[in-house]
């Protein structure tokens, strides 16, 4: 590129850029890669990996028109570039560059329907002082003329303490210059864009000498091939939107495969706890959420809230001390377990359905995926009994293990007017634990019950007026008018447990062979190497009638984004792919429940569904969540019936 180019480039960038950025027209430096050709032919597209990088962070922030927002909840299920900018800076290779690329990226859109629907633009201003909606507004407005296809958003927040968790999650450092003379205060700081996966992954980082279109298209397309041509192995891992601090799965290994790898254990960190008024929260439940049915006889107690609480951490309730009801219902994973389709219990024995969360629980008439039992009080005995979940060999065992507990001397009967431990009792303290879990006042809540008009987004809003109508999803996860439980607490044939006992599988099935490593191998090999999957008609087992075939309870919406993976089997792990499979109609069979058809739905409206159901978290998740991080786990100690096999062993 000549002198001359390079000068008619400087003369024309602030025609593109804000009035107020001043290009230097000093002595003539080489520009960025993004400003000309890229000079050399990117590999074809699909020929090369982009391994995940790490999670993408989510925060607080504000759009154009001053509506706040999560930047997970403008992600949606898109791609999504994410560039880190503020409209003064004058470094015509820093956020002027940025806006260059992404400016010829949208005009590409115009021309590719493909990228235009599957790619999110968003610039982020690190500078919310100065750029407010307003100036963010104006700013946005110098790039209009790159066309209508697609989105491109230009984003701030409300303050420097919603921005500064956001800035540490990507690690961008963000400094303040000193201001010189005359001139405004500027900010130092390394120009990285990133490139999102609709599973909220970092794929790619770009830097200054390769932020170019062209190589940021081809990475794309190449990601979007890739998971056309192998939806599930690229569909895997799942994020939970990060909307909560402490509501994230504890370790997903993404990006095990690579050097830079850090565990994201919390088993390994320091569990911060808080424990919360659980009874003021069952007493007045949040914003969207009914009055707690609660039996006469087993009335809410502190005592037996905190009673139940315990329990429910207990790893010695399990046959050989090493598992709670928590290693299933994992509180910072919804409640549920993130990482596993089906549940694992004790010594590893799997479970054939998933672990259901336990959000809310205090609300629902059937319990267990088949609904097999109508009380809390009575459920809590299937897993303690059930020899692949916590293994105790019978009720009597179970009681008299608790009995032989210090930790429990007393409690009981301060907590049952003198009663003891018992089987009654033992249930009824878990239960009232539990009937405590009540997570609402979600942005949904604050917007249909609380008439709070910004507390949800457009798409969100859309998704709703679908959920509600085209959709039908209201049918069976109701909305009521004073409160809303999204579950109809019935049973539904929607085809899948069908799929899975026909075994209408495909011939190839991803596995995941080690952290970050998928491998597509032949159903033929996989029936010679593994067992049959355990059979499962749903409903059927419990009333051995056989219209109840595949029938499994309806779940709860709530709190949705946080309990992945979804269906009695955890057969998809993202929202995305749930609404795919009900688009299509479910797998037709005989008893196919006859809500269950095809739903001709778009791209967009699809987009605009997931919105809604993202919108769908509690707002008071952290609480519970640091609550159970401040009860005890029940590690063996002296007194235990257990401490035998312990290290302190007196000998006499």
């Known amino acids: 590129m000549g002198a001359n ?60 028109d001053a509506q ?112 010189a003379d005359g001139q405004t205060q500027g900010f130092s700081h390394v120009l990285r864009v990133f490139l999102i996966d609709p599973q909220k992954r970092i794929r790619n980082i770009y830097s200054v000498d390769f932020l170019h279109q062209d190589l940021i298209i081809n990475d794309v397309k190449t990601l979007m091939a890739q ?18 601090r402490l509501s994230q799965p504890g370790d997903d290994k993404r990006g095990y495969e690579n050097d830079s790898y850090r565990t994201r254990s919390r088993a390994l960190q320091r569990r911060d706890g808080a424990p919360a008024d659980l009874l003021a929260i069952a007493e007045q439940p949040p914003l969207g959420l009914p009055p707690v049915p ?37 509180p910072e994973q919804g409640f549920t377990s993130n990482e596993l389709a089906m549940a694992v219990g004790i010594e590893g024995r799997t479970v054939r359905r998933n672990s259901p969360t336990i959000y809310n629980a205090a609300y629902a008439g059937l319990l267990f995926h088949d609904g097999r039992e109508q009380t809390l009080e009575q459920q809590v005995w299937g897993p303690l009994l059930a020899k692949n979940e916590m293994g105790n060999t019978s009720v009597g065992q179970v009681l008299q293990k608790v009995r032989d507990i ?70 069976c996860h109701h909305i009521g008018e004073t409160a809303a439980l999204f579950s109809d607490d019935r049973l539904h044939n929607t085809g899948l447990g069908y799929r899975e006992s026909m075994g209408l599988r495909p011939e190839k099935q991803p596995v ?66 749930v609404i795919d499979y009900y688009a299509a109609g479910g797998v037709p069979n005989e008893l196919l429940d006859p809500l269950i058809h095809p739903l001709p739905l778009s791209e967009t409206e699809k987009n605009d569904l997931l919105a809604f159901l993202e919108s769908l978290t509690g707002s008071n998740v952290d609480t519970l969540v640091a ?19 312990g290290t302190d062993v007196e000998v006499r």
């Open 68 to 179: 706040p927002s999560r930047l997970h909840q403008l992600f949606g299920n898109r791609y999504t570039l994410l560039a880190f900018i503020y409209s003064r800076c004058s470094d015509v290779d820093g956020c002027p560059l940025t806006s260059h690329v992404f400016y010829k990226i949208k005009a590409a859109m115009k021309h590719d329907p493909a990228l235009a629907e599957g790619l999110n633009l968003i610039s982020l201003s690190f500078d919310p002082e100065v750029d407010t909606p307003q100036v963010m507004a104006l700013y946005g407005n110098n790039f209009r003329y790159a066309g209508n296809a697609g989105r491109w958003r230009f984003l701030t927040t409300a303050s420097q303490d919603e921005l500064k968790p956001i800035l540490a999650a990507y690690n961008q450092n963000v400094l303040p210059d000193p201001p």
């Open 5 to 64: 180019m390079l000068r008619l480039i400087r003369f024309l960038l602030p025609a593109l850029l804000p009035a107020s950025l001043a290009l230097a027209d000093t002595a003539i430096s080489p520009l960025a890669p993004g400003y000309g050709e890229l000079g050399y032919t990117p590999p074809p597209v699909g020929s090369y990996q982009l391994p995940p990088l790490g999670e993408a962070a989510d925060g607080q922030v504000l759009d154009s």
């Open 512 to 577: 995941l062979v080690a952290p970050g490593i998928t491998l597509e191998i032949d159903r033929a090999i996989i029936d010679q190497v593994g067992e049959p999957p355990p059979a499962d008609v749903g409903r059927y087992e419990v009333t051995q009638d056989p219209r109840d075939r595949w029938k499994y309870k309806t779940p709860s919406l709530r709190n949705v984004a946080l309990t992945a993976p979804y269906m009695h089997n955890g057969a998809f792990t993202t929202l995305r792919q």
């Open 406 to 475: 210090d930790d429990y001397r007393g409690r009981f009967e301060a907590a049952f007017d003198g009663r003891g431990v018992g089987m009654e009792t033992l249930g009824m303290a878990l239960a009232s634990y539990q009937r405590t879990l009540l997570s609402g006042d979600s942005p949904f809540d604050r917007w249909y019950y609380g008439a709070d008009e910004q507390a949800l987004s457009a798409e969100a809003k859309r998704g709703y007026e679908l959920f509600t109508g085209k959709a039908g999803c209201v049918a």
């Open 294 to 330: 609660v039996p006469a006889d087993n009335p809410l107690t502190r005592e037996k809230i905190e009673l139940g609480r315990q329990l429910f951490y207990d790893r010695r309730l399990s046959l050989n001390d090493t598992f709670s009801c928590a290693m299933c219902h994992i």
């Open 227 to 244: 998971a056309a041509a192998k939806p599930e192995s690229f569909n895997v891992a799942f994020t939970p939107p990060a909307a909560q």
């Open 627 to 645: 609550d159970a991080f401040a009860a005890p786990v029940g590690d063996v100690g002296k007194g235990d019936p257990s401490w035998v096999h």
